[in-house]
């Protein structure tokens, strides 16, 4: 080998060391960024699994507190029925007292603003967790596929630095881009792609 080959095997092999050094950043960069978007996605994860066991209980209460309604309010009106049929003016006034005590349970059961325990007020609380419950499933799912670009990414540019094609360097940067892109997306608009898993 002349001494002019050996320098330009030298240089070549510089210049191959710079481009591994900047693939390797590359790596780095997309690893951590890969972390972000594993952390954001099993945070997101765990609210969504909270909230949705949130709304189950929350629903569950709502049946038990309409069923107690319907029994109570049942129980009203064979009240009157019996009223009806009483002659004796302190039976009458017994019953009456007693289907007003269970028509003002039954109202309760309804509506309890003070406690936030009436029917009303379980639905509403049900469908808010289920509405954050869902914001968090789609933010699940943007940081997934996140993730997955960050992963693919990784072994692409782990591929530029064994095969020396820069193009697998140049697909890494584009998903790195396009994990970037729905991170992003799944911070902040996580229902403006509509994507099911």
């Known amino acids: ?37 594993e952390t954001l996605g099993k945070g997101a994860q765990t609210e969504s699994i909270s909230k949705n066991v949130e709304a189950s209980n929350l629903w569950a209460f709502f049946q038990a507190k309409s069923i107690r309604r319907t029994v109570v309010q049942t129980a009203a009106d064979q009240g009157k029925l019996t009223l009806g049929a009483a002659t004796d003016d302190a039976m009458k006034a017994a019953v009456q007292k007693q289907i007003d005590d269970w028509q003002k349970t039954a109202a309760r059961y309804r509506s309890e603003p003070e406690t936030g325990e009436g029917t009303e007020q379980l639905a509403e609380k049900a469908k808010e967790a289920e509405h954050v419950r869902d914001e968090a499933t789609a933010k699940y799912h943007h940081f997934e596929l996140a ?8 072994v692409l540019a782990s591929a530029t630095i064994i095969t020396g094609m820069l193009p697998l360097a140049w697909i890494a940067g584009l998903l790195t881009l396009a994990g970037l892109g729905m991170t992003v997306l799944g911070a902040w608009s996580p229902h403006l792609l509509h994507l099911h898993g």
Do not use: T
């Not at 001494?3 to 095997?9: P, W």
């Not at 900047?22 to 972390?35: C, M, P, R, S, T």
């Not at 993730?147 to 990784?154: E, K, L, M, Y």
């Open 1 to 37: 080998m002349s001494a002019h080959e050996s320098m330009e095997h030298a240089e070549h092999a510089e210049h191959a060391s710079g481009e591994n050094k900047k693939i390797a950043l590359l790596i780095a960069v997309l690893a951590l960024f890969l972390a972000i978007s």
């Open 147 to 154: 993730s997955a670009a960050f992963q693919i990414g990784i």
